[in-house]
């Protein structure tokens, strides 16, 4: 059996790894991203929360999809990862606030953002749990690619 670093991802964090890890977070309306090379063994994860700053001020890049997944790509290029051998694996965006108006669309949102940034850098979305109103706990293994979920209140795993 492998041994994976434990590390537990924070809303606004960003790792990259080249090592085995086992990489957890518990999403509602935030999204994750697993991204995975595995011509290299480079894999790595974020966690946002909306999908673009709304005020004009600098934004925290892990807190935004618009800035947290370009960072993500960005930080696994300089690892030696290669954008036409990564994959990409989409889980989150519950809507789970959308009763509370002024989070009406974030979870779509925060979706959206991923597939686009996808798509226009023609990086293939392999696997995605999105939407939907239950949270989702997923656990990441950077050694596979392999991602388990499991939706929180539930005790089955997808």
Known sequence: MTERKKINLPIGGIVVVR?????????GSCVSVCLFDPGRGIAGMNHYMLPRPHDGRAPSVGRFGQTSIPELLSR?????????????????GASMLEKFSKFSG???????????????QGIKIVAQDVGGNRGRKIVFHTDTGRVFVRQVGTKECL
């Open 106 to 120: 974030i979870s779509k949102g925060n979706v959206k953002v991923a597939q686009e940034f996808f798509r226009e």
């Open 76 to 92: 696994m290029i300089k690892q030696g990862a290669s954008v036409s051998r990564i994959t990409a694996k989409l889980f989150g």
């Open 19 to 27: 090592e085995p890890a086992e990489v957890a977070t518990v999403l």
